[in-house]
């Protein structure tokens, strides 16, 4: 920082260790809970690990009912759908946010409008006419079912449109008088400039794409497109019994292992005063 | 809305550029979205076999119903508390780790960490924390001779979904907040240094207002989030409960349609929470935008 | 790393391998919501059918919780996709049977397509809510229970009460949990799942032979109201919320309660009154206490009481809209899980109630009753008394809703915002309205 002062050094970390505290601490529980015995949780649950951490990890490791398929293959369709679903909302976002703002045409406004709707009637409500679409576009039990109906994103677009309006009109004037048309100066400018909005959006999407369990479920029936999220459901779905939350929260917590990586790795394109140094 | 000042010639390739998003939004959102405007004018049994138009019956059924205005009231509440808080602590947070180098990255990751917890378990996650009985936060309440009680203290139950919802966005909200301040030029923050401006000064007068573009893209995310997303930590949590006292809009909509397989009247209410939000996200465009700094 | 991924392929061409015979077999699929260890049974028993012949192959799969289910199957149904057979819960009862068109009875199926099906083989009180006014069954019961009572023995002992005693009365509840708080030796008497819906008023009709709705409890009609703001409800629940206040009762949330086992498990409640089917749930967290078991609590000044208790839990429903040779395999799989061997299995590894006399009476022989204590109560109280309309069930369209109302109206009346008679009063009239939209839907 620009100046030393000790005490407000001291203030940042205290308010970012409370933070931390309060943000993190459900996830401690679900931490704390993979070290305990089911009949432990089921009577509340405790603050303090117990010793049940290595049954616990096996037991999920060795968890294979019949009917749901190998755990690798839903580690594998789960990582799959959420790359998809993040690298599709990117793509198709970021050059419908660049029509919008660098381009004026007929109906502008309206298709921002239609986009942006999108934000309203999450898929659990409008879902069996959505399910009739997926359907009678022969899209049930396919990777594009899983993905295409929940890759349009009016979220990303908005953060893109919102971060293009704020980047000068000079940088655009400049390029156009050095000759670059509207796909020279997309790839040159905008996309680099757009890199930390870009990781960002990964790390959102990516979880978003990560933890769909209802929409899911629907659309496959067959086990060679199962996801994590289902089998974690299938474990948990218990009725009339008393589910078995050791292990459900060591699988909760191991599925929780992937997003943290994108977390790190994306945190690298986090860099500092972009804007300004490419001006 | 606010518009680029100059703008490339090109007649086809903007709508070349919108088509993708364009067609995918028409055929998965807004034409699934039109059959439930129809079917809002109908009544029908689950499976579709008898249908009869029925007009605006169910929407004089809703206005005419007190639950359902009450529910009206709630819904701002929560909508206004889980906007605040989220935002004012993500705000927060964020300014506080883009004054750190070394440690920002221990920070940020363990901040946004949590936005993983699958809904699947989240519901399950605050009941070991508030749960009457064996709960961690009841417990410590109690030497403060709060009796905590979410199952029939409306007030305790909407204190616990609004904590449940807020807490969902915290992560989200940190993380652009912090993409944008990101983008925040070094050379006028250090200009104000030397002239003298201490960090708080700096702060409100050069990042904040710098930093509404995001602050407004996320207040509307927000304000979308609380309206439209938040059925299923009251689901996971309060069921609506009790009596009714976290029963907002959204989760009406839910219960009625999901739950209960009422799809003409869950179709009239989506409609009018979508118009009601739509008209909102409007007004908010028409005058709040004219202050944000592009 | 390696290891698993070369195990998982491995596995994956067993899949494969096992999966390509069976393309030349007919396929039936079975729509369930069974997770965890109930899910690796019924999957059990779609695999041994499976290897008792070599037509049809039943395929199994898990489709969330019942209203997911529920709703997967409408939106398949609507796009022609559904399954040969879905798991329906009670609750959408009243929406499966209302419709027609989608429905393909089991009466039905079974006299078309299944030679040797005795409707009388079934247990009446289990299939009886399931059947039709004319005695058809309409489903198949697959995994019904009942509600019972649990008691920790210890606590008992402790406060001076005989632990080989379970209540039988309400008053015998009030007493005991009475004689508990004084000794010192629980917190609270007792707690109780699905309290204001399936035990609070429902059972609570049935065991007291009162009708819970007009025209046979809902069995002869869309257009039947409810009745459930009778005397015994009413002061059921006056007394509930004066037990709440003197600490005898502990309220633990709506529908199951996810709040009302903790509290018995651990000890801070006595007795305890939730589903048969928790039984093994509940004897392996019963942690460091003796359990034991009992039939709900009646009234003890109503002649006739307890007359029987109704059940809860899933049927299975067959589909309309497939092949002929499907639904022969269709009526032979469900033959098979009507045996009295695969029901007495199920039975006895789940706590499910069986759906046969022959199942009940095998279990009997296998000496499983005796090797399980409280075991039978459940179906012993099934089996009090030739079941009436009272009795029988309850059918109501939107009973999800239904249930949603009585708990909130049950929350006023423990928060004391509203007297029993007020409440159930709201509940009955609100309950209407909702059937009303029911009928006008469905008609």
């Known amino acids: 920082m620009v100046e030393n002062r000790p005490f407000l050094g001291f203030l940042t970390h205290l308010v970012l260790i409370a933070g931390v505290i309060v943000v993190a601490f459900p996830v401690y529980v679900a931490i704390i809970a993979m070290t305990h015995t089911d009949v432990t949780l089921n009577s509340g649950a405790p603050l303090l690990p117990g010793a049940e951490l290595i049954s616990n990890l096996i037991a999920v490791w060795t968890f294979d009912p019949p009917g749901a398929p190998p755990f690798w293959l839903m580690v594998w369709n789960s990582t799959l759908m959420a790359l998809i679903i993040m690298v599709g909302k990117i793509a198709i976002s970021i050059i419908s946010a660049y029509a919008i703002v660098y381009f004026r045409f007929p109906f502008r406004t309206l298709a921002f409008w239609i986009i942006f709707i999108t934000l309203m009637l999450p898929v659990e409500v409008r879902i069996i006419p959505t399910y ?4 009678n576009l022969g899209m049930l039990n396919s990777y594009a079912g899983l993905t295409i109906p929940l890759i349009a994103s009016a979220t990303a677009t908005f953060l893109f449109r919102q971060f293009f309006m704020t980047i000068p009109d000079e940088m655009m004037e400049a390029a156009r008088v050095d000759g670059a048309g509207p796909l020279k100066f997309f790839r040159d400018i905008l996309l680099p400039l757009s890199r930390t909005n870009i990781a960002a959006l990964c790390i959102i999407l990516f979880i978003y794409g990560w933890v769909q369990y209802l929409w899911p479920l629907l659309v496959t029936t067959r086990e060679e497109h199962f996801t994590l999220m289902m089998g974690v459901r299938q474990m948990a779905g218990a009725q009339e019994v008393d589910p078995q939350w050791n292990l459900i929260m060591t699988a909760v917590v191991l599925a929780m292992l992937p997003p943290v990586l994108i977390v790190i790795a994306m945190q690298r394109l986090f860099v500092k005063g972009l804007v300004e140094t490419e001006k | 809305m606010e518009t680029k000042r100059t703008v490339f010639p090109n007649k086809l390739l903007p709508y070349l550029f919108v088509a993708p998003q364009l067609v995918i939004t028409l055929v998965f959102f807004i034409w699934p979205a039109t059959q439930a405007v129809k079917s809002s004018f109908e009544r029908t049994d689950p499976f579709g076999f008898s249908t009869q138009f029925v007009g605006i019956t ?17 819904t701002v509440v929560f909508a206004v508390a889980v906007t605040a808080i989220s935002m004012g602590l993500a705000l927060l947070f964020a300014a506080a780790v883009s004054r750190l180098v070394r440690s920002s990255q221990f920070y940020t990751t363990l901040l946004v960490w949590p936005y993983a917890v699958a809904p699947v378990v989240a519901g399950i996650l605050w009941w070991f924390l508030f749960n009457s009985s064996t709960g961690i936060l009841p417990y410590m309440l109690r030497y403060f001779g709060v009796v905590w009680n979410a199952n029939l203290n409306g007030t305790h139950a909407m204190i616990l979904v609004i904590i449940a919802a807020a807490w969902k966005q915290i992560s989200y909200n940190f993380l652009f907040f912090l993409a944008g301040m990101q983008s925040v030029p070094h050379s006028l923050t250090e200009a104000a240094a030397i002239d003298g401006a201490g960090p708080l000064k700096r702060f409100w007068t050069i990042v904040f207002p710098l930093l509404s573009p995001t602050t407004f893209f996320l207040f509307i995310v927000n304000i979308n989030y609380v309206m439209f997303d938040t059925f299923g ?19 009406k909509v839910y219960s009625d349609g999901f739950i209960g397989l009422n799809i003409g009247s869950s179709s009239a209410q989506s409609v009018v929470l979508m118009l009601f939000v739509i008209a909102l996200t409007f ?5 709040v935008e004219r202050r944000v700094n592009y | 790393m390696l290891k698993t991924l070369l195990a998982g392929s491995t596995a994956g061409i067993v899949l494969l391998a096992a999966a390509a015979p069976a393309l030349a077999q007919t396929e039936i699929n079975w729509w369930h919501s069974m997770g965890g260890e109930l899910g690796e049974r019924l999957v059990g028993i779609a695999d041994d059918f499976n290897a008792s012949q070599d037509e049809y192959v039943v395929v199994p799969s898990y489709r969330g919780e019942y209203e997911e289910s529920m709703v997967n199957t409408i939106a398949a149904f609507r796009a022609g996709e559904q399954p040969h057979i879905v798991q329906v819960y009670e609750v959408g009862t009243g929406t499966m049977m209302a419709a027609q068109g989608a429905v393909y009875p089991v009466y039905q ?9 005795d409707p009388n083989a079934y247990l009446p009180v289990v299939t009886g809510y399931y059947t039709d006014t004319e005695g058809n069954m309409l489903s198949m019961p697959f995994n019904s229970s009942t509600p019972i009572l649990y008691y920790n023995k210890d606590v008992f002992a402790a406060a001076g009460l005989d632990p080989e005693t379970a209540p039988a009365t309400w008053e015998d509840i009030e007493s005991f949990s009475q004689a508990i708080l004084d000794s010192g030796a629980a917190q609270c008497g007792f ?3 699905y309290t204001a819906t399936w035990l609070g008023t429902e059972n609570l009709s049935a065991l007291h032979n009162v009708p819970y709705g007009t025209l046979e409890n809902g069995f002869g009609g869309l257009s039947s109201e409810l009745a459930f703001n009778h005397e015994l409800a009413v002061r059921l629940w006056d007394k509930l919320a004066e037990w709440q206040d003197a600490g005898i009762y502990a309220y633990g949330g709506t529908a199951g309660g996810a709040d009302n086992a903790p509290k018995f498990y651990s000890g ?14 509940v004897l392996a967290n019963a942690d460091g206490f003796e359990v034991g078991f009992g039939m709900l609590p009646v009234f003890g000044d109503v002649a006739g009481a307890p007359q029987n208790s109704i059940i809860g839990g899933a049927t299975l429903w067959t589909l309309a809209g497939h092949e002929d040779t499907e639904y022969e395999g269709v009526a032979e799989f469900l033959t098979y899980l009507s045996s009295a061997e695969v029901q007495a299995a199920w039975h006895q590894a789940t706590g499910y109630l069986p759906v046969t006399l022959a199942a009940y009476e095998l279990s009997q022989e296998q000496g499983y009753y005796d090797a399980n204590p409280g075991s039978d109560i459940a179906i012993r109280q099934i089996n009090l008394n030739e079941p009436t309309e009272n009795s029988k069930g309850v059918r109501f369209g939107n009973m999800p809703q239904i249930r949603t109302v009585l708990d909130e109206e049950f929350q006023a009346v423990l928060s004391g915002d509203k007297t029993a008679q007020e409440a159930l009063d709201s509940a009955v009239q609100r309950g209407n309205q909702i059937l009303r939209e029911f009928e006008a839907a469905n008609s």
């Open chain 1, 132 to 135: 009739e679409v997926v359907a």
């Open chain 2, 58 to 74: 169910h929407y004089i059924r809703l206005f005419q119903d007190p639950l359902y205005l009450n529910s009206v009231g709630r």
């Open chain 2, 233 to 251: 930590i009251i689901a996971a949590t309060t069921n609506g409960g009790p009596n009714q006292a976290t029963n907002i809009l959204v989760y």
């Open chain 2, 283 to 287: 007004i908010q465009f028409r005058y």
């Open chain 3, 109 to 117: 199926l079974m006299a078309d397509h299944g030679s040797d099906f």
């Open chain 3, 191 to 193: 707690t109780m799942a």
């Open chain 3, 268 to 281: 801070e409640c006595a007795m305890y009154m939730n589903s048969s089917a928790s039984r093994a749930g």
